[in-house]
């Protein structure tokens, strides 16, 4: 590992100062994929500011949505009483997404910045686009099960390996950051950035940028919602699919619906093609299986993953089948 330098902030602008002082400087939250990522050195920050103290917490917002700040542990957020109740898919996300000790030190700001788990990625021996821009992809002829099968480039087949994320895109929340050039809002589905060209790019954060917060909307049909994650073992594995979902159903047709897929992308996928068929359809087996044919419709396996598109298609069908089942009108 190299050598680095730690200040902890005790303010944002403190932060900014601090980070803005070093050329390869790092915001440290919980450290639970960046500490990883520097032992490997993927990483190689000559300064961490750890921004673990600034002042975060929960609160309900005057339109009765939730504000949730950057560093707000993991655990903290799934358990709040608020969160569970008006968002649950996000509380189950969290909670499927890893072990209690690493909820208990991960943040909200640093689970939303945390890198793929791509094997080559992690590799120094092989060529991987993301680590070396212009070296190749090693994981498009090689082994490829736990890889995208939406959103992907000849340049990255890499899958985003967060399960928080997946529910705050369907959640349409939003990313609040501050910077050099003050205060903006970001909304979380332009937040992260596919691999197109560029794949080392990987989300539209400026040049020592700070999250600050997580914004959620109010969105009471989000009370009937569900997370459920398709993983190799029952303990703390990475989804090779995971879905997000709510579903409004009046009178026999649905009224609202938001759908995301976690797994196949390099990003938090938002299944809108499948949210255009669902909006104003008669709730059913027909619609669920169209809906999940439009948004796989696009989707490309490799030789190893070819079964995820089909694994995807039915786990749609059955999340929202139970979803419509759930009850009658919130």
Same mark, same amino acid.
Not at 10 to 34: D, I, Y
Not at 90 to 103: E, T
């Given at each position: 590992?190299?050598?680095?330098?730690?200040?902890?902030?005790?303010?944002?602008?403190?932060?900014?100062?601090?980070?803005?002082?070093?050329?390869?400087?790092?915001? *440290?939250?919980?450290?639970?994929?960046?500490?990883?990522?520097?032992?490997?050195?993927?990483? &190689?920050?000559?300064?961490?500011?750890?921004?673990?103290?600034?002042?975060?917490?929960? #609160?309900?917002?005057?339109?009765?949505?939730?504000?949730?700040?950057?560093?707000?542990?993991?655990?903290?957020?799934?358990?709040?009483?608020?969160?569970? &109740?008006?968002?649950?898919?996000? #509380?189950?996300?969290?909670?499927?997404?890893?072990?209690?000790?690493?909820?208990?030190?991960?943040?909200?700001?640093?689970?939303?910045? &945390?890198?793929?788990?791509?094997?080559?990625?992690?590799?120094?021996?092989?060529?991987?686009?993301?680590?070396?821009?212009?070296?190749?992809?090693?994981?498009?002829?090689?082994?490829?099960?736990?890889?995208?099968?939406?959103?992907?480039?000849?340049?990255?087949?890499?899958?985003?390996?967060?399960?928080?994320?997946?529910?705050?895109?369907?959640?349409?929340?939003?990313?609040?950051?501050?910077?050099?050039?003050?205060?903006?809002?970001?909304?979380?589905?332009?937040?992260?950035?596919?691999?197109?060209?560029?794949? &080392?790019?990987?989300?539209?954060?400026?040049?020592?940028?700070?999250?600050?917060?997580?914004?959620?909307?109010?969105?009471?049909?989000?009370?009937?919602?569900?997370?459920?994650?398709?993983?190799?073992?029952?303990?703390?594995?990475?989804?090779?699919?995971?879905?997000?979902?709510?579903?409004?159903?009046?009178?026999?047709?649905?009224?609202?619906?938001? %759908?995301?897929?976690?797994?196949?992308?390099?990003?938090?996928?938002?299944?809108?093609?499948?949210?255009?068929?669902?909006?104003?359809?008669?709730?059913?087996?027909?619609?669920?299986?169209?809906?999940?044919?439009?948004?796989? #419709?696009?989707?490309?396996?490799?030789?190893?993953?070819?079964?995820?598109?089909? %694994?995807?298609?039915?786990?749609?069908? #059955?999340?929202?089948?139970? *979803?419509?089942?759930?009850?009658?009108?919130?």
């Amino acid at each position: 590992m190299k050598d680095f330098t730690y200040s902890r902030a005790r303010t944002s602008q403190e932060a900014l100062t601090l980070v803005a002082a070093r050329a390869n400087a790092k915001f *440290l939250g919980g450290g639970t994929n960046l500490v990883d990522l520097m032992r490997e050195n993927i990483e &190689q920050p000559d300064a961490l500011i750890d921004v673990t103290r600034l002042a975060s917490g929960i #609160s309900e917002s005057p339109d009765g949505g939730i504000s949730v700040g950057a560093e707000v542990r993991n655990s903290a957020l799934a358990n709040h009483p608020l969160v569970r &109740q008006r968002y649950p898919m996000l #509380s189950q996300a969290i909670l499927f997404g890893a072990s209690g000790q690493i909820r208990n030190m991960a943040t909200v700001g640093g689970n939303i910045m &945390q890198r793929t788990r791509c094997y080559y990625f992690y590799d120094e021996a092989a060529k991987c686009n993301k680590r070396n821009p212009g070296s190749g992809c090693d994981a498009i002829d090689g082994f490829n099960r736990i890889h995208a099968i939406l959103g992907a480039s000849e340049q990255c087949i890499a899958t985003h390996p967060s399960d928080m994320c997946v529910a705050l895109a369907a959640l349409d929340a939003t990313v609040r950051v501050q910077g050099p050039e003050g205060e903006r809002t970001i909304p979380f589905n332009a937040f992260h950035c596919l691999p197109g060209d560029t794949p &080392q790019v990987e989300t539209v954060l400026g040049f020592h940028e700070l999250i600050t917060s997580i914004e959620l909307s109010p969105l009471p049909f989000a009370k009937r919602s569900l997370y459920r994650k398709i993983r190799d073992r029952a303990s703390y594995a990475f989804a090779l699919l995971s879905i997000a979902a709510a579903l409004e159903v009046e009178n026999g047709k649905i009224r609202n619906a938001r %759908l995301a897929l976690g797994g196949v992308a390099p990003k938090p996928w938002r299944a809108y093609e499948a949210e255009k068929v669902l909006l104003g359809a008669e709730v059913g087996m027909n619609t669920f299986r169209q809906a999940a044919d439009a948004e796989l #419709s696009k989707a490309r396996g490799y030789h190893h993953n070819n079964f995820k598109i089909e %694994l995807a298609r039915r786990t749609i069908v #059955s999340v929202l089948r139970e *979803l419509a089942q759930s009850g009658g009108p919130l």
